[in-house]
Each structure stands twice: as structure tokens, then as C-alpha cells.
T-cell receptor, first 112, second 112 residues
Framework: SQTIHQWPATLVQPVGSPLSLECTVEGTSNPNLYWYRQAAGRGLQLLFYSVGIGQISSEVPQNLSASRPQDRQFILSSKKLLLSDSGFYLC???????????FGQGTRLTVV | GEDVEQSLFLSVREGDSSVINCTYTDSSSTYLYWYKQEPGAGLQLLTYIFSNMDMKQDQRLTVLLNKKDKHLSLRIADTQTGDSAIYFCAETSRGGYNKLIFGAGTRLAVHP
């Protein structure tokens, strides 16, 4: 069966520090992968999506970046965090040609 | 571009029906979804509807789609306290990839 792992669950980082959030999917190959952010009291904002290794599309300009070094690994990064980067980050995957997206449990990031 | 809008809050009495509404702009949307998010957790797919359908029923859930008005609704019959959560409407369109666009979410509060 397919599973998605996202870590860490919570993270407190100082302003200006780097960030690396990792998401891995098991039990499938060549999935579409997504990073979403949910700011407090707001909806889900699509940050990045990927249809294959090394293929990253960015939805909004920001100081975050994403990479897909392996088929089932999706990484969200920042060189220098801002206070406004605080939020709940969700990784998701969707099988190619399928209809349902599966979400990780999320990472709550607080930038202080 | 794609945009999905929902009302932000709904309060209902236990045992009543809840109706959560959503409008979307992308006329090429292929699938429309309802996801549920409980506090501090990831998203769980409740149901989805293909764009050539008008209605889909799944136990206590009824989804209605008005493609002409680009309006989607989720009806929860016999609403229970366990239904209290944030409900997200989402759409996806096919352009060589599946890009899930979410609304801001409707917080459903169920009171005795």
C-alpha cells in the first residue's frame, strides 16, 4: 500500500535560518507531488508541484524553493526564513492519471 | 486563472443538515473534491465528483454540481459533533498534469 511520510511534525526556527522539510512517498512510482502552505486562519495555498524528477513548478513568488532529487522524494527549502514563512506545510501526492490526492500529516513551522 | 471560493464559517445544530457551498472559475475542471481537515491534521478526501455528473451520494454526504454556474455543494445529513472540522473544496484540471487548487476552507461548527 502507498504511504506518505512528512517530517518533522513541528519545527521552531529563528528568522534568517535555513529550512529543509522532507516528504517521501512509498508504494508508488512517478507520482505528482505537491507542497501546500496553510497560514493561520487561511486556506491552502499551492506552493510547488512536480510531475517528475527534477521538474518543479512554482505557483507563487517567495523565498522558498523545492527540489525532487528522487522519484518519491520532495524537499521544501529556504536559505533564510522570514517571519511570514510560519504556517502549516502539507505535502501531497497524486498518482499519475488518477483522481485522489493523499496528504501527509503536515509540518507546523514557527519562525521566531 | 483558477480560483476557488468558499464561505469561511458555518454553524449548525446537531442532527440538522449542513450545506457547504463552493464556487470555482476554471471551466476546464475535470474533477471537484471535498476534503476534510480535523484540528492539527492533514487532509482527508471525503468525496469527489467528475465534471460530467450532477450529483453524487455517499451515505450521509451528497455532492451537487452545477457546471453552468460553476457551483459545488456538499450536504451532510444528520450532522454530528464529529463532523466539526474544516471542509475544503478543490478542483483539478488536466493540462498534462493534475494541479489541485483549494478554496480557503469552511469551518463547520456543530453544537448541541
Amino acid at each position: 500500500s502507498q504511504t506518505i511520510h512528512q517530517w518533522p511534525a513541528t519545527l521552531v526556527q529563528p528568522v534568517g535560518s535555513p529550512l529543509s522539510l522532507e516528504c517521501t512517498v512509498e508504494g508508488t512510482s512517478n507520482p505528482n507531488l505537491y507542497w501546500y502552505r496553510q497560514a493561520a486562519g487561511r486556506g491552502l495555498q499551492l506552493l510547488f508541484y512536480s510531475v517528475g524528477i527534477g521538474q518543479i513548478s512554482s505557483e507563487v513568488p517567495q523565498n522558498l524553493s523545492a527540489s525532487r532529487p528522487q522519484d518519491r522524494q520532495f524537499i521544501l527549502s529556504s536559505k533564510k526564513l522570514l517571519l511570514s514563512d510560519s504556517g502549516f506545510y502539507l505535502c501531497a501526492w497524486m498518482p499519475q492519471g488518477n483522481t485522489e490526492a493523499f496528504f501527509g500529516q503536515g509540518t507546523r513551522l514557527t519562525v521566531v | 486563472g483558477e480560483d476557488v471560493e468558499q464561505s469561511l464559517f458555518l454553524s449548525v445544530r446537531e442532527g440538522d443538515s449542513s450545506v457547504i457551498n463552493c464556487t470555482y472559475t476554471d471551466s476546464s475542471s475535470t474533477y471537484l473534491y471535498w476534503y476534510k481537515q480535523e484540528p492539527g491534521a492533514g487532509l482527508q478526501l471525503l468525496t469527489y465528483i467528475f465534471s460530467n455528473m450532477d450529483m453524487k451520494q455517499d451515505q450521509r454526504l451528497t455532492v451537487l454540481l452545477n457546471k453552468k454556474d460553476k457551483h459545488l455543494s456538499l450536504r451532510i445529513a444528520d450532522t454530528q459533533t464529529g463532523d466539526s472540522a474544516i471542509y475544503f473544496c478543490a478542483e483539478t484540471s488536466r493540462g498534462g498534469y493534475n494541479k489541485l487548487i483549494f478554496g480557503a476552507g469552511t469551518r463547520l461548527a456543530v453544537h448541541p
